[in-house]
């Protein structure tokens, strides 16, 4: 079946830690995005991808980073210079172009302790 | 920057009653989507209404846009309660990302 993995689901860090958040795809999208979710804040653009080996700051992406080395992969560094990184984050893609729906994962929960 | 904005914030609804939640957008847009999220899950695509569209029918749901007053709404039919849910309305963002609202609550009780 054609999807997006995240991986893991709940995922714990520690202050001062780095931590790799997963997202995997086999859609054969070219378009994938990082979002965070705040209860009450709706969902926030961190970084987007429209290409391998080209990705693009969204609205919020101080303390995180990204590569996208391969198509299908995405995934997000969430860095000790991030402050407040307990949050939902939801990864997605597209194919290219407008008016094409987007296609979630299922979502990483990232609590630091 | 969180272009779309629903109203309400919340609704609670019995089953079989109708749902209409409300999207509002500051800017002009190429197309609107609706999507659902049930709790702690990922986000499913609903319905795409183009900005040359003024209504839309999938099943139960039925979008209108009204781009002169920038806005859109949402509703459901006949809601069961495994409708209960948050619903986003997500417009244009930049490359082709998308732009999503604070969402509406759905609960829909037996």
């Known amino acids: 079946d054609g999807g997006i993995t995240q991986s893991p689901k709940y995922l714990f860090r520690k202050e001062g830690q780095n931590v790799t958040l997963s997202c995997e795809q086999n859609?054969?999208?070219?378009?994938m995005y990082w979002y965070r979710q705040d209860p009450g804040q709706g969902l926030r653009l961190i970084y987007y991808?429209?290409?391998?080996?080209?990705?693009q700051k969204g609205d919020i992406a101080e303390g995180y980073s990204v590569s996208r080395e391969k198509k299908e992969s995405f995934p997000l560094t969430v860095t000790s210079a991030q402050k407040n990184p307990t949050a939902f984050y939801l990864c997605?893609?597209?194919?290219?172009?407008?008016?094409?729906?987007?296609?979630f994962g299922q979502g990483t929960r990232l609590t630091v302790v | 920057s969180q272009q779309g904005e629903e109203d309400p914030q919340a609704l609670s609804i019995q089953e079989g009653e109708n749902a209409t939640m409300n999207c509002s957008y500051k800017?002009?847009?190429?197309?609107l989507q609706w999507y659902r999220q049930n709790s702690g899950r990922g986000l499913v695509h609903l319905i795409l209404?183009?900005?040359?569209?003024r209504e839309k029918h999938s099943g139960r749901l039925r979008v209108t846009l009204d781009t002169s007053k920038k806005s859109s709404s949402l509703l459901i039919t006949a809601s069961r309660a495994a409708d209960t849910a948050s619903y986003f309305c997500a417009t244009d963002g930049p490359g082709y990302a998308l732009n999503f609202g604070k969402g509406t609550s759905l609960l829909v009780t037996p």
């Open positions: 997605a893609s597209t194919i290219r172009g407008r008016n094409t729906e987007a296609f």
């Open positions: 859609l054969n999208h070219d378009a």
């Open positions: 800017t002009s847009i190429n197309n």
């Open positions: 209404i183009r900005s040359n569209e």
């Open positions: 991808s429209q290409i391998v080996n080209d990705f």
